[in-house]
Structures are given as C-alpha cells and as structure tokens.
C-alpha cells in the first residue's frame, strides 16, 4: 500500500535522506580557533580550539593569526580545558617554536623530602564527654 499521494514509502525515506545529505555537504567546516564572548558586553572571554566542548553560546570563529595575537598581545586567556596556546606553540609569551628557548631546571638540593607512613583505613570513632563509653566503671573490684 502506498501513500496518499500514490508513491511508495521507500520514496519518501530516500528523498528525505538525499536532502540530508545536500545538508551535510553545504555546511561550511568547523572553525579551527573560536573565540568565545561575554554575554553581556561582547568583551572577548577566551580562545577555544575549534572542536572544544567548553565554548559558550556568543562565540565567533578567528583564524590562526588573529588567535594567535587575542592569546599575546591582547591578553585573553586560553581555555584551561583545550589549551589552545600549547596548539598554537605559545609558551610564556612567546609565539615562536624557534624562539623556545629549553627550560633549565636547577638540580633539587637539600635533603630528601619526608616519606610519611601510609594513613590507616580504619575510621577513629569519637567520644563525647558524659558518653557510657567514656566514664565506664570499671567492673573488677580490687
């Protein structure tokens, strides 16, 4: 049995799915750096990477360059969750993988830090004051 309009169901469930498929492919791509915008006065609140779950609703896509300036010039912060400074080989300021210079960590001196025993798993119990356990006569009699 057919519908109303005399076509079988198969039809519609193909146009339908062709018509997704026309959608998919017309979609622009996701952004590769979005910035992120406070609700209120449109101020910029941080720079996401573009497949970042974390970004709000005002948002506006950037490009490398222009993210690249928000996150040293302009002081915006990057997203704790998907770092998008470490992506961009920002490091303290520096936009340059060329200019990284290594990091020196001097040796540790001193004596070693304390090791302390493992904490017992056992769960202490507290007695109040005027509690039966805490003034309990003794029961042998000297």
Not at 30 to 51: C, K, Q
Not at 87 to 92: F, M, Q, S, T
């Amino acid at each position: 049995m057919g519908n109303r309009r005399g076509r079988c169901p198969g039809a519609a469930l193909r146009q339908r799915q062709a018509e997704e498929e026309r959608g998919r492919a017309r979609r622009p791509p996701a952004p590769d750096w979005i910035l992120e915008l406070n609700r209120a006065t449109g101020h910029p609140l941080a720079v996401h990477a573009g497949d970042c779950g974390m970004v709000g609703r005002r948002k506006r896509p950037v490009g490398q360059d222009d993210a690249r300036r928000l996150l040293t010039t302009d002081g915006v912060p990057a997203c704790p969750i998907c770092r998008p400074d470490t992506a961009l080989h920002i490091v303290d300021g520096l936009a340059s993988p060329s200019r990284m210079a290594p990091v020196h960590r001097p040796a540790r001196r001193g004596p070693p830090s304390p090791t302390y025993p493992p904490t017992s798993t056992r769960r202490r119990t507290a007695v109040r004051a005027g509690s039966p356990t805490a003034t309990r006569p003794s029961s042998r009699s000297s």
